[in-house]
């Protein structure tokens, strides 16, 4: 995009940077890997059991906000085959297909999981980078029995737009899933978040200048 201003600019790194949380090289009982349009979240996924993050892989999906309109098959069937070719185990991978949003994905993962006669302790979110601060607040409420870390995909607010991830879209998801960092919270759907008050001004800048495809209007 080459409309941007200075402002945007900044306003957008400013979303990046709050939302992108990495807990390092941690190992865990299982990886939580959260579908959605974005396949380089299976890959990275795919390289964390490669490299002994975790023995177990549950990937959780159904149609999203964004696949529902574009894919004939779940969220989950796609990662788990993007893994499975890269050398993950089918039968190392549970496939979590009737998921919308977030808290389906922890809530329908952990009966999944119990279903299977599992007690896991601790597990390792993969998502989106901009998803991460939200999905271990939805899981600290969603799933709260476990240890809970974060290993998303690593990069720039810049350098991770694709031709699947647009900068546009992935601008219009930052935003989106800021205001739920707040509003999700007051529903008792995640744990609360303190947002710093340039973060919230970045948002409510980008949101009033159209970058509100994503934003909950009641």
Known sequence: MSDLSPQDRRDIELLWEFHLLDSGEVTADLLLVLGS?????AEHAAGLY???????AVVTGGAGKVTGGQ???TEAVRYARTMRAR???ADRVLLEENSTNTGDNFDYSRK???????SPA?????????MARRA?????????ELHWSARPPLGTAWAYPSAETPLDRMINLMVGDLQRLRLYAVRGFQSPV?????VWQAYERLAAGGFDQFVIRD
């Open 71 to 73: 894919w004939q098959e």
């Open 112 to 118: 999944l999981v119990a279903e299977h006669g599992l």
């Open 37 to 41: 349009h974005d396949l380089r979240v």
């Open 122 to 130: 601790s597990g390792i979110i993969v998502c989106k980078p901009y």
């Open 136 to 144: 271990l607040a939805t899981a600290a409420v969603r799933w709260p």
């Open 50 to 56: 490669l490299d002994r993050a975790a023995p177990l």
């Open 194 to 198: 303190e947002i710093p008050e340039p």
């Open 87 to 89: 050398g993950v185990p």
